[in-house]
């Protein structure tokens, strides 16, 4: 059964710092890019970061660049978010999610995690 579940979300001040985790089982960890995605009430979930799954290749949302950083740990199958410097923009759901293209007549997959909640606020 594949899972993927996220933690580190909560309650953090303008200009603090959080680390989300994502903690995936059920598949072959090492083969998928990781990827955590954000959504805000009203707003269409928007990609944050993603991790290739050889050579731990990044990309970042232009907001985020420079105080996200996006990390995995393949013997651990766990992958990390890394936020500084927070802003109330950054409060949203957060998603984790891994994604595997298809390999000849292997089908693309395309895993969900059940999400995070991060609050900035005074």
């Known amino acids: 059964q594949v899972q993927l579940v996220e933690s580190g979300g909560g309650l953090v001040q303008p200009g603090g710092s959080l680390t989300l985790s994502c903690a995936a089982s059920g598949f072959t960890f090492g083969s998928y890019a990781m990827s955590w995605y954000r959504q805000a009430p009203g707003k269409e979930r928007e990609l944050v970061a993603r991790?290739?799954?050889?050579?731990?290749?990044?990309n970042y949302a232009d907001s985020v660049k420079g105080r996200f950083t996006i990390s995995r740990d393949n013997a651990k199958n766990t992958v990390l978010l890394q936020m500084n410097s927070l802003n109330p923009n950054a409060a949203a759901m957060y998603y984790c999610?891994?994604?595997?293209?298809?390999?000849?007549?292997?089908?693309?997959?395309?895993?969900w995690g059940q999400g995070t909640q991060v609050t900035v606020s005074s």
């Open positions: 999610n891994a994604f595997r293209r298809a390999i000849l007549a292997v089908p693309a997959r395309d895993y």
């Open positions: 991790i290739t799954s050889v050579g731990g290749g990044t």
